[in-house]
Every structure is written in structure tokens, then in C-alpha cells.
């Protein structure tokens, strides 16, 4: 991807003031290294300063519509299933109400395709818009654990005075609060978590029952809580920058047409200070451009980056900087929009955002797949039936001229109904008998095992192996038909 300025000014660095909570930016060598680490590959802790402004607000109120979603996710139930459920040690998963087992491969397959192509139709549309709004990471980092930052330690200067002063009581205690209520909370994400694997009732039974009874669970919900506040409370950008392979794959989807938050260079250069008394008029014929060169940009970005330097790796697209600039663009007097949701040729050539063609083919895939994927959701049988011929057991003569068949039934219940299930012989005519039941019934959201016996008289075979066809009903309705096969003897005789 090409950058809105691929080139930066190398000979008249800006001046760094060194009581800007920003650190400064080495303009000769951005590329080559992390805003945040230094050369030697030193954590260089971001003090982003607390942005404000029309673009926080709505983030701050997409923010706590999705964290509710976030935390009542396990407990709502949709026809009794959980809303969204990933029990891999059950491998029983629930989207939205809909049960999914491992036998439901084909339709996971299409859901992650579906999946991976709308994230790639997204991105190449509207670049890191993920990022910013809607990741969980991003949610919880800046709308959250940040705010909750600036509540106890103030703004950035303050963060960063706070950091270099020498411990005492009043540092201890800052320092003691933040990371207690950071612990909290990452207990509560954490066991949010975990009720995402294995179901809020599995949960609440950890919790209420004595700790003998769950210490598996009681020691992923400690790994969890643990994973978590060293994310929030260390690690934070470097997750999205090091770890998370959207980030890294951007580059690779996104395109000049692609609308992310970008500099206006054309427009902002040449930065040049703000003079005292100098004219808008003045400051053009001195051929400077908008952007005053204050660093607000750079003060508030959570990652450290300068988004003057074009698109970046770590660039989240939280639009902290579009809210810092058009604060700066108002006192100053000019437009707003220095920095905005614009894609690179409406910047360079000035030409209006387009869906490209590149978009329309993502889409019609994409239209395509999830289609596909309703079509196997809405068709998907209630029950799943396997039925496979006992291992190691070959046919039985029972001497009245029939012989015998033993197989294997597995039934998988998709529904939370018992449903009470009847098996009936389709193409040839002959006895079924499930074993040692009298009425079959697969209990609610559950797999049962049993074993079935079919009897046929020797003149309905076709030969070494006959072709049976099984329906499986339930209430006198077909609910699916399996084929199997049914051996005899080699010397039956074919009609
Ligand atoms: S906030 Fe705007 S004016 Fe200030 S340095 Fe950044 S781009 Fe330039
Ligand atoms: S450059 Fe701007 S949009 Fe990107 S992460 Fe920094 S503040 Fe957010």
C-alpha cells in the first residue's frame, strides 16, 4: 500500500519539546523500527494523551452498546441455546441460538470462509474499521482499562510524571489502586471468557460448587484472569501490532481505494509552526500548509505513530488523531478534516471514494457464501444420524433361511427437544430392531450410541453386499435417510 506521504521532511526536522508527553519521533528511520521500542528493541511506554471530540463519542457509545452485548453474550439464550457458545472441550457450539456439532463440518467450513471473505471485502472497503470500533481488544483497552487509567493517574503528563517520580506512598497507592481494579476486571473478561467455552451454567457451577469439585476450571479461570491483565495492564498496543495477524495482513488488502484515516499532506504541507500574527494569507504565501505542526496527532495515538507519516502497521484506526486535529483546525480557523476516514486517491488526485471493482467481486463471492451458508443452516436436518456396520462383525445365519446384521447407531440431537426418533427399513423389506430399547428418544442437545440388529430373508439379498436405505423419523416425519449395506453370504443368488 502506498502511503499519503511516502516522503517526510528530512531536512528541517520539527523542534521536540521536552515537556510534550509525546516521545519524539525519529523522522529519519519510522519505517525501520517500532514507534514503540527503541532501537535496542526497548519498550517505549505510550502516555497517549485523553482524546475528546465527536468521533470518541460515537466510539464511546458504539463502545458500551458492545461491551453489554460483550458480557450478557453467554447468558442470553435464544429457543434455550446460548447466543453465541464455543464449547471445544464438548464440541458443541452455539451461533445465535443454533446448535452446531462436529458432524456440522461442511457448515463451519462455509461459516469461516464466509468469515474471511467479509473481513477481506471489509477491509479492502474501509480499511482497520474492525480495529478501531469493534475489537474487543480496542473496546476494552481504550474505552476501559484507558479510562479508567486517566481516572486515577490523570492525562498523559501526569501518567508519565507519576512513572519517572520515585516511589512513595502516593505513588504506591495510584499504582496499587489501578492494578487492583485492572485485576478486577480481568477476572470478570476472564470468566466472561470462559462462560463463551463452556456455557454460563458450566460457569455458575464453578463458581457455586466447592473448589475440589472444578480445579480445571478454577485453574483456567486463573490462566484466563492472568492472560488478560497482562494484556491490559502491559502489554496493550503491542498485542494488535505483534500478535494479531489482521494487522499484518492489512498491507496486503488494502489498495488506494480502500478508506482508512489518513493525513491530508496535500493539504497540511508544508507544517510550519503557527506565527504569532501571521494572516491564513501570510502562512499560504509562505507556502505552509494547514497543518501547524502541534503533535496533538501524535499526543493522543494510543500506538505512538505519527499518522503524518502515512499509513502504518500500527495504526488501529481509533480516530483519536481526526478528533485531536479538527480541535486544532478550530482554534486555528481552519477546516475541519486535516486528518479523516479518506482514501488515498480522493487525497492525491482528489477524486470522490469509489467501490472498485475489486469490492464488487468480494461482494458477490461473499453474497454468495453466505447464501450457501443459509441454505445449509435452514436445510440441516434435526437429527444427524450416523449408522455404520459393527466393527469387526460380519452376518449371521440364524438357520430359518434370514440372515443378521448388527450396526452401529449414532444419533445426534440438534434441538432442545427430546425428540423421540422411530427407524424404519426404506428399499427392501426385513425386520430393524434397535437394542434394548423399546422407544428410542435422543434426549435434548445430546449424542447417543446403541446398537441396531436388521434381519433379511436370504432371497431379498442381491449379493455379497446388499444396499439398504434407513429412515430416521421422528412423529411419523422423515428427519433424514441413510445408506448403509448389508452383507451375506457370496454365494446368494442374484435375481
Ligand atoms: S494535529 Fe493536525 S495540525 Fe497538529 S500536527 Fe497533527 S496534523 Fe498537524
Ligand atoms: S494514527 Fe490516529 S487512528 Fe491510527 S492509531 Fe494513532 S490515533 Fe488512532
Request: proline share 5%.
Amino acid at each position: 500500500m502506498s502511503t499519503v506521504t511516502d516522503k517526510p521532511n528530512k531536512e528541517t526536522p520539527p523542534p521536540h519539546d521536552d515537556h510534550s508527553p509525546v516521545r519524539e519521533i525519529d523522522w529519519q528511520d519510522f519505517r525501520d523500527h517500532l514507534a514503540t521500542a527503541d532501537k535496542l528493541g526497548h519498550r517505549q511506554w505510550v502516555y497517549a494523551k485523553k482524546p475528546s471530540g465527536k468521533w470518541t463519542q460515537r466510539r464511546t457509545a458504539l463502545a458500551v452498546l458492545l461491551i453489554g452485548i460483550m458480557f450478557a453474550g453467554p447468558f442470553i439464550h435464544i429457543n434455550g441455546n446460548p447466543l453465541l457458545m464455543m464449547n471445544i472441550v464438548e464440541r458443541r457450539f452455539s451461533i445465535l441460538g443454533q446448535l452446531f456439532w462436529p458432524q456440522d463440518a461442511v457448515i463451519f467450513a462455509v461459516a469461516m470462509l464466509t468469515f474471511l471473505t467479509g473481513i477481506i471485502l471489509f477491509t479492502t472497503a474501509f480499511g482497520r474499521l474492525w480495529c478501531g470500533w469493534t475489537c474487543p481488544q480496542t473496546v476494552m483497552m481504550e474505552m476501559v482499562f484507558r479510562k479508567i487509567e486517566y481516572l486515577i493517574e490523570g492525562d498523559a503528563l501526569a501518567q508519565r510524571a507519576l512513572a519517572q517520580s520515585p516511589w512513595n506512598a502516593r505513588k504506591l497507592w495510584k499504582k496499587g489502586l489501578k492494578l487492583g481494579i485492572f485485576f478486577a476486571l480481568s477476572f470478570i473478561i476472564g470468566n466472561t471468557l470462559l462462560a463463551y467455552i463452556i456455557g454460563s451454567d458450566a460457569l455458575l457451577k464453578i463458581i457455586t460448587d466447592p473448589p475440589s469439585q472444578h480445579i480445571v476450571g478454577l485453574i483456567f479461570m486463573l490462566m484466563f484472569t492472568l492472560l488478560f491483565f497482562a494484556i491490559f495492564a502491559r502489554f496493550r498496543e503491542q498485542a494488535c501490532t505483534f500478535i494479531c495477524p489482521y494487522g499484518r495482513l492489512q498491507s496486503a488488502m488494502l489498495d488506494e481505494n480502500s478508506v482508512v484515516v489518513a493525513y491530508d499532506n496535500k493539504r497540511g504541507e508544508r507544517r510550519d509552526r503557527l506565527h504569532r500574527d501571521q494572516t491564513a494569507l501570510q502562512r499560504s504565501a509562505a507556502g505552509a500548509g494547514d497543518c501547524i505542526d502541534c503533535h496533538q496527532c501524535v499526543a493522543v495515538c494510543p500506538t505512538g505513530i505519527d499518522i503524518r507519516n502515512g499509513l502504518q502497521m500500527e495504526c488501529v484506526h481509533c480516530t483519536a488523531c481526526v478528533d485531536a486535529c479538527d480541535s486544532v483546525m478550530r482554534k486555528v480557523g481552519r477546516p475541519e478534516g486535516l486528518i479523516r476516514y479518506a482514501s488515498l486517491n480522493s487525497i492525491e488526485k482528489r477524486e470522490p471514494i469509489r467501490f472498485t471493482a475489486r469490492m464488487a467481486l468480494y461482494s458477490v463471492v461473499l453474497f454468495g457464501l453466505i447464501s450457501l451458508f443459509m441454505a445449509l443452516v435452514l436445510t440441516r436436518p434435526a437429527v444427524e444420524a450416523i449408522f455404520l456396520r459393527a466393527p469387526g462383525a460380519l452376518f449371521q445365519a440364524t438357520g430359518n433361511g434370514k440372515i443378521e446384521n448388527l450396526y452401529t447407531l449414532k444419533l445426534v440431537n440438534k434441538t432442545m427437544k427430546d425428540l423421540p426418533v422411530e427407524l424404519k427399513l426404506e428399499n427392501v423389506s426385513g425386520t430393524l430392531q434397535v437394542m434394548g430399547q423399546q422407544n428410542l428418544v435422543v434426549p435434548a442437545a445430546k449424542l447417543i450410541q446403541t446398537s441396531v440388529l436388521i434381519e433379511l430373508d436370504q432371497t431379498k439379498l442381491t449379493g455379497a453386499t446388499t444396499k439398504l436405505k434407513v429412515g430416521v423419523y421422528s412423529g411419523g416425519k422423515l428427519l433424514q435417510r441413510v445408506n448403509t449395506v448389508f452383507v451375506g453370504p457370496r454365494n446368494t443368488a442374484t435375481p
